[in-house]
């Protein structure tokens, strides 16, 4: 039963995804750009490379010759993937979701052209003339990515003709390596945002896990809650949609598909193809298996016959303020001394301004006050400070 299994990324969502898979009794190799990262301090083995170095990526997948490749981040030489499939590894979900998903014109164009999913009107710019021309076809406000990044590195709004220079600039900025595109899509008006946990298994059907409403700040998540409130249709309309576009993708595993409610109905924004920050709520108890025990599952091809809700849950950030090394955290006691609180600390040896450093947790029994327990979340994460020495 034991496969060997390379992940590429070992920050604190592929940390959880490393102890999962221990329980079931599989062997992982941790892999990032520095030593130290998460989840290389509970893997078997670690390597330390430049992800972006397709020589190196191929070095340390010919070391190990894995049976499953588990991509955590989008920051990898993706189009290898192909070749190492066709070596007989398996690359988790699969090459193509990985490479579509890490392009955002890609996923895109597959969700509204070919699968007729219900986006945000959008155009794509690669000068900044043509930046300037696609604004004039969406219209002011607008929403403007880099066609690759990762965290929401170059994401802004442009909220008037004063913003585009600004704004073209920040996404140049923000761009992965040297692909120097943007995606100008309309603004919309939304009341929530949700995030559907969906798994697609080897054998058996695709799963929902309850909505997951989060809260987002330059591009990353603040705070989620689980179970959101959802209307039966909006809920029906996700899953159709989530279905369709993993199925497009193809492959098993957990998949983070986000969407925006709206008073026209849902509305697909993005998806990962893996375990997602606003998932970590899961770790609150809130399902019968957490995000990272349904993905160990679904790679690993045990099976997953349900996913119940077993309480509601909130998760709030904790970030760190400056640049440093060997952080320490004051206020943990203080928190701890909370019923149906816990707190995640990731023990990332660097921080940075905005950078995520731990995450508190907060339940309660099913059908209590789902805002009230969001609110604890957040209010006990701000008792949490980061002290960090000189960079």
């Known amino acids: 039963m034991q496969q060997k299994i390379v992940l590429l990324g070992s920050g604190e969502l592929g940390k959880e995804l490393v102890i999962a898979l221990q329980r079931l009794g599989q062997y992982v190799i941790a892999v990032d750009s520095y030593e130290g990262a998460p989840a290389m301090q509970v893997a078997h083995a670690y390597e330390v490379i430049n ?44 090459a193509k979701a990985a490479n579509f998903t890490m392009n955002r014109k890609a996923i895109r164009d597959l969700a509204s ?38 965290s929401g590195k170059g994401q802004s709004v442009v909220k008037t003709e004063a913003d585009i220079e600004t ?20 603004f919309i008006k939304f009341h929530a945002e949700i995030t559907l946990l969906t798994v697609t298994q080897k054998s058996g059907k695709t799963l929902f896990c309850p909505p997951i409403g989060h809260r987002q700040e330059r591009g990353d998540y603040q705070e989620s809650w689980q179970p959101c409130a959802i209307s039966e249709q909006d809920l029906k309309d996700a899953q159709d949609m989530a279905a369709k576009v993993t199925e497009a993708l193809s492959g098993a595993g957990l998949w983070g598909v986000e969407f925006f409610l709206t008073e026209k109905g849902v509305y697909f924004s993005e998806l990962s193809p893996r375990p997602h920050d606003t998932g970590m709520v899961t770790l609150a108890g809130t399902q019968n298996l957490s995000e990272f025990e349904l993905h160990a599952r679904a790679i690993t091809g045990l099976p997953i016959p349900e996913i119940t809700l077993e309480r509601c849950g909130a998760s709030a950030v904790v970030l760190a303020t400056t640049e440093g090394k060997h952080p320490a955290y004051t206020g943990v006691e203080d928190v701890l001394a909370n019923a149906s609180t816990d707190v995640r600390i990731f023990n990332k040896p660097t921080t940075r301004p905005y950078r995520r450093m731990a995450v508190v947790l907060t339940y309660d029994k099913p059908g209590s006050n789902v805002e009230a327990v969001k609110e604890k979340a957040i209010e006990l994460a701000k008792r949490i400070r980061v002290v960090t020495g000189e960079a």
């Open 51 to 94: 992800m972006l170095d397709g020589a190196a990526l191929d070095a340390v997948i010919d070391k190990h010759k894995p049976d499953l490749i588990v991509p955590e981040i989008e920051a990898i030489r993706t189009e290898r993937f192909y070749e190492y499939e066709q070596q007989g590894m398996t690359v988790v979900p699969s």
């Open 167 to 186: 704004s073209w600039n920040y996404a140049m900025e923000g761009s992965r390596g040297d692909y120097k595109e943007v995606i100008v899509e309309e």
């Open 113 to 150: 052209k070919e699968l007729g999913l219900r986006t945000a009107n959008y155009r794509y710019a690669t000068t900044l003339e043509e930046f300037k021309n696609a604004i004039a076809v969406i219209g002011i406000p607008c929403v403007v990515k880099p066609l690759m990044s990762s």
